[in-house]
């Protein structure tokens, strides 16, 4: 019996004590509470809790009588800028202040001295964005602080730096994911990362909207620190990913790396993990080049500087996950080598404008262009194409088979030699008799126009000595000799 007496009493106690919460945080939430549809000001004071909650502003007689409130919530802020030390001048013994649902967007000034008792700050769901640096400096016993649901962008950790801050909330603002928000990383006793106690809910804004923050800011900056390594500068462009169990696991990181202009003389060795595009061009020595690197360097460079091995493509691993590839004004000769690669099979963007191409493995990509279900742009124009017999008939029926893919068909154009009626000619326009019929050939005596009027009077002679055997033995009734001696 007294072991149900004491479930009993704990039942009580317990249900006490919810009632009790539910009804404080009734008495601080603006939305479970009616507010006057006039907008006038309206205060409340509970003196058995010292609360005093007060609606579309502060009542005059409050803003020096608030000597005895220990608890100030304020909802529906009237203005769009709030000076906390106007508005606090007469709470010298406040401990928590609550500012909610409102338009209110900046702290035009930072807290004074006399709110040095303050140990909780919640501004909720307002469009609070500017922040002074000096905010709460003199907050020197603020131990909880609760921004979420407002319009910050950026952190300043000079701002938050708060010795006695133990909790921080921040989600539901839309905070930029990038290198200056690598604070959030810090996690040692003391930093501000460590305060931050809804870091899970944390998100980014664009353009990786919705992504969960930490993550793609460790992504971030382990990008910085490999990209270090190159020459090159990159760049998070996207990433796919919603959250999760597991959510590191399951967000994809599509990065960017620039190459180009910096007088490479290969492809580089080492790339950032998820690099998926790779611009290199320009790495060919021209004189604007040359002269730019005697500016820095005062010594000019070697003129045959330029990338022209694609072999890194099938060979390097570290061009597994590189789908679109910019190789533009470089001097490539070959591409040969990228015949019958894994590489070629997935790739999504090649643009190798501007070599020095004269031919390349035609009925390879054709194939390569039918099976691979990414590739979905390759540029070929500005190319000294061999315009001859042998291979121009094949390349021109692949431009014009996939010009949905060959974006630039149109500058793909023969070689320019002087003498030569196809110079500079568009390809895939040419007839197959300027290809194959050489300017310097006599049409009237080409020999298969020979062997053509050969053939035609052997005919001619053919069909008259059958008409006269004809007419012969219709006449004398004579056979004609070769049938009279066929036995």
């Known amino acids: 019996m007294w072991k149900v007496s004491c479930y009993f009493l704990l039942a009580t106690l317990f249900w006490m004590n919810l ?24 205060c409340d004071f509970k003196e058995h809790d010292h609360r005093l909650v007060c609606f579309h502003g502060l009542e005059d007689k409050w803003k020096t009588g608030g000597e005895n409130v220990r608890t100030l919530v304020l909802c529906y802020w009237p203005l769009e800028t709030l000076d906390p030390q106007e508005v606090l001048q007469g709470f010298s013994s406040l401990k ?28 909720r769901e307002t469009k609070l964005k500017n922040l002074p640096q000096d905010a709460f400096v003199n907050l ?5 602080l609760d921004l979420r649901n407002n319009s910050l962008a950026e952190i300043d950790v000079e701002t938050f730096n708060i010795p006695s801050l133990h909790h921080l ?75 999760g169990k597991h959510i590191q696991r399951q967000l994809m990181a599509f990065t960017s ?66 789908i679109d590839v910019y190789l533009d004004d470089n001097m490539i000769k070959s591409i040969v080598q990228l015949e019958g690669s894994s590489w070629v099979d997935r790739f999504r963007v090649l643009s190798l404008r501007g070599n020095n191409l004269t031919d390349l493995p035609t009925y390879a990509f054709e194939n390569v262009l039918q099976h691979n279900g990414n590739a979905v742009s390759l540029f070929l124009g500005r190319n000294p194409w061999r315009c001859d017999c042998l291979f121009t008939p094949g390349f021109q029926d692949l431009l014009i088979k996939y010009t949905n893919i060959i974006k630039d068909s149109n500058d793909v154009k023969c070689s320019p030699t002087n003498g030569d009626e196809n110079s500079n000619k568009i390809i895939k326009d040419l007839r197959r008799t300027e290809i194959c019929i050489s300017a310097n050939e006599d ?22 000595k059958l008409l006269y055997d004809y007419w012969c033995f219709k006449k004398t009734g004579k056979l004609p000799w070769i049938v009279a001696k066929i036995p």
């Open 140 to 144: 020197s016993n603020l131990k909880f």
């Open 257 to 322: 790396v620039n190459c180009s202009h910096r007088g490479l003389t290969e492809m580089p060795s080492f790339l950032p993990a998820n690099t998926t595009t790779l611009h290199l061009s320009g790495n060919k020595v021209d004189d604007v080049t040359n002269r730019i690197s005697q500016i820095f360097t005062t010594k000019p460079l070697p003129y045959d500087t330029s990338i022209r091995d694609l072999k890194p493509l099938t060979t390097n691993p570290v061009y597994k996950g590189v």
């Open 19 to 42: 009632r009790l919460s539910l009804a404080n945080t009734r008495e601080e939430n603006c939305d479970l509470r009616q507010a006057k549809s006039n907008t006038s000001k309206e």
């Open 443 to 464: 049409v009237l005596l080409h020999p298969l126009d020979v062997l053509n009027i050969i053939l035609a009077l052997l005919i001619l002679l053919i069909i008259g």
């Open 96 to 123: 928590k202040l609550v500012i909610e649902k409102s338009n209110l967007t900046s702290l035009v000034s930072p807290f004074a001295n006399n709110s040095q008792f303050i140990e909780r700050l919640e501004i």
């Open 169 to 243: 909330h921040l989600s539901g603002n839309p905070l930029k994911c990038s290198e200056d928000t690598k604070w959030i990383l810090h996690q040692e006793k003391g930093s501000l990362g460590h305060a931050v106690a809804d870091r899970q809910h944390l998100r980014c804004t664009v353009p990786y909207e919705g992504r969960p923050l930490v993550p793609v800011v460790e992504i971030i900056n382990t990008l910085k620190e490999e990209c270090t390594r190159t020459v090159c500068d990159c760049k998070l462009v996207y990433v796919v990913g919603n959250g």
